[in-house]
Each structure stands twice: as C-alpha cells, then as structure tokens.
C-alpha cells in the first residue's frame, strides 16, 4: 500500500469496502458461502464433501466463478496498459450489474456466480508483473502485514511498509457490515448498491489514471 499514491490508496480501499458490501449479501443469500473470500469456501467444500455431499456443488461453483473472473481480469490488464485500471472496473461494474438484476429477478445462483467471478476480476486492480500487489477482496496477507507492522513498532524498528492494511482490513468490515445492513432492508435491492459503488470506484480509477496521462 506505502507504495501507492493517495488517489490509489483511496481506490484499494474503496475496493475492499465493494469486496466486504459483496461478499456479505453473497454470504446471507448463499446461506453461509462467500462471493469473495475462497479460503472459506474451500473449507465449506471440505466439510460440506463428508457431511452434506448434496450442497458441495455449491462452493464449488463459487471458487470456478471466481477463478475464472481472475482469468479474465488478467487476460484485459494484460492488453489494455494504458487506463487499465478503468477499463478493468469497467468490467467489474458491468458485472455487477448483471449480478443485481439476477438477484431482484430472483435469481439467486446467477446472482452469486456473476458476484463471485467480479470479485474474482477486481483482484487484478493492483498488480505488477502479474503479480497482485494488493488483495482487495482477502485480508489475510494484510492482517499478517499489520500484524508485522505492529510487532516492528514495539520494537522500535520503521513500520513504513506495513501502512494501510489495517485500514484495508477496516474497509472490509465496514463494507460487509453496510451489505448486513442493505439486505436487511432490501434483500432484492441491496445488490444494486454494489454495482453503485463499482461505478464510483470507476470513475475514481478514471480520475487517478487521467492524472498520469
């Protein structure tokens, strides 16, 4: 994060919020499966293969979904190197708005299977080289940063390369607690919300991206 510009710090963790808002109405329509978060959904096909074979279908389908949004989020960063970020979030919004006119049809697998492959192409926002640089729709790697940037500070040791993940993390939350709380009052309409916010963050890409031409 340290190595980004405010403009980009600002859109990861406006990212992360869109992660959290997502994956906690998934996690509510899907009774319990993630949209965004494919470790946990790993361990739910795990348990899911010894006790309830019948639903394993289900993370399953959710991890290819994602998968394969990632894929694709490569393969568009990978052609367009100029606005890329844009055109990827783009995609992303476009997705998601598909996704909301699933969930208020009442559709609620391709609901979940457009949100998971989205989420699965936001990831590619921050990357180098192929490389994510930063996970905007996981948060273990930026706990164990924070983490390590607080076991620094205690010892009196510079924590400038652990800045921003505890506020990453903070959006997350933040995020899947508004998602609670929009399904709660709109279980059909809450989606709509994401796409939304997916637009926002474009043309916050938009803007960051201009400033560099």
Not at 68 to 75: K, N, P, T
Not at 82 to 90: G, N, S
Not at 146 to 157: D, E, K, N, P, W
Request: positive net charge; contains cysteine.
């Amino acid at each position: 994060m340290h190595r980004y510009d405010p403009g980009r710090q600002k859109l990861a963790l406006g990212l992360a919020f869109l992660a959290g808002q997502t994956d906690a109405i998934g996690f509510i329509v899907a009774g319990g499966y993630f949209t965004s978060f494919m470790s946990g959904n790993t361990t739910r096909l795990g348990v899911d293969l010894i006790e309830n074979p019948a639903v394993a279908y289900l993370p399953v389908v959710l991890i290819a979904s994602f998968l394969g949004g990632v894929v694709a989020g490569s393969l568009v960063i990978g052609k367009w190197q100029r606005r890329r970020k844009t055109v990827l979030l783009t995609i992303v919004a476009s997705v998601l708005g598909a996704a909301a006119i699933a969930a208020a049809c009442g559709l609620q697998l391709v609901f979940l299977t457009l949100a998971a492959a989205a989420m699965g192409a936001a990831n590619n926002s921050f990357s180098r080289d192929g490389e994510v640089t930063v996970g905007v729709t996981y948060m273990t790697g930026a706990l164990v940063r924070f983490g390590q940037g607080i076991a620094a500070r205690l010892s009196g040791r510079s924590t400038g390369t652990m800045r921003g993940y505890g506020a990453l993390w903070a959006a997350l939350a933040a995020g899947a607690a508004s998602g609670a709380g929009l399904h709660s009052l709109s279980p059909t309409g809450a989606p709509a919300a994401c796409f939304v916010i997916a637009v926002l963050l474009c043309l916050g890409a938009y803007r960051v991206e201009r400033n560099d031409s």
